[in-house]
């Protein structure tokens, strides 16, 4: 049942949009031309194996965190610093969410037409752009909700996020919300920002997270291989660049706001959480 804590009718019924898109399957768009393409599944394994995900995945956190200009965010906020944004509510918030999203969209189709039109040559720029758009663009829709932290605990909740926008399979989309809930309440509890840190290493240790991160590139060199089959195909190759990136981040894009917002009631309504 979706939570109804609050009396402000805008944030229940956001609180009921978080619900759905927690209880929707994963996108049927991947899965659809996985079907029809599955003969060519293995060829593109190799061009996308999950080695390869993964060493892009360690660098593009990197990348997007030194590209993401928070500055933007506060002036289209009419705000000067982080502060200032966490006393905004949550449908100013959103606005600024709903910006940001519609941004990486662009640049994803940009990247995509590019790419495509270079065939399955330009798949090998096209994934390293790709993840690096993504992390930015949860990091970027972080920022609209006031949560801008490089620590452990945030890279964790980013990489959850990847995971439930990632997802293949029911079951994947519901470890990963199970993950970032789990983490969430930890997060919650804890006072200091450097308590928030250990609690969260607790969660995902050193080993953990090194199997986590290899589990999140072989989920994505899956979902990423099937988006992209149609790619290589010669004329078509830059429309289903861009029509693949357009869906990938749009659904990236989502996660991250219903991730962000639930992140941002929870701090405000504990018993959103922990209830």
Known sequence: MPWNGSTDPYERQQAAAIEDWKNRPPSVFSNAVGYALKPLAWTFGQVVPPSAVEG??????WLARQTLFEERIF???????????????????????????????????????????????GIAVDIPSLLTLTLRTVRGVGACYGY?????SEQHFVRG???????????EKTAALLFLRELQVTLLRQTFKSMAA?????????????????????????????????????LIGSAVGALTNYTFIDDVAIAARRSYQQRWLGDRYPEIIEG
Not at 148 to 152: A, E, L, T
Not at 161 to 171: C, E, L, P, T, W
């Open 161 to 171: 996020i990847i995971a439930a926008a990632g997802a293949n399979s029911v079951a």
């Open 56 to 61: 892009a995945l360690r660098g593009a956190d």
């Open 148 to 152: 801008v932290s490089d620590d452990d």
């Open 75 to 121: 002036r289209d906020a009419g705000v000067k610093n982080i502060d200032d944004l966490r006393t905004l509510n949550l449908r100013q918030l959103d606005a600024l969410g709903e910006n940001f999203h519609g941004w990486a969209i662009g640049y994803a189709v940009v990247q995509g037409g590019a790419t495509g039109a270079a065939g399955l040559a």
């Open 198 to 234: 250990k609690a969260a290493e607790q969660i995902v240790g050193k080993e953990a997270a090194i199997i986590a991160l290899r589990n999140l590139a072989r989920q994505l060199g899956v979902n990423l291989t099937k988006r992209k089959m149609l790619q290589s195909i010669p």
